[in-house]
């Protein structure tokens, strides 16, 4: 699950990765308002996880301005 964190700590989940195992990527098209954030992709259960777990696969800190 892709999950969006913005500076002040507000967390929004951006949706589920469509991944594709012959190419080893994954893709997730989504928007956001936020203009400063950390993208954060964790290892879940399912799609309807409501937070994230401790299952961190990647993360990047992201700033629009």
Do not use: C, M
């Not at 500076?7 to 594709?20: I, N, P, S, T």
Request: glycine share 8%; hydrophobic share 40%; charged share 30%.
């Amino acid at each position: 699950i892709v999950w969006l964190e913005g500076k002040h700590g507000e967390r929004v989940k951006a949706g589920a990765l469509r991944y594709d195992r012959a190419h080893r990527a994954g893709s997730l098209l989504a928007t956001t308002n936020l203009t400063e954030f950390t993208v954060r992709v964790t290892g879940e259960r399912n799609e309807q996880a409501s937070a994230p777990s401790e299952v961190l696969l990647a993360e990047r800190k992201v700033n629009v301005n």
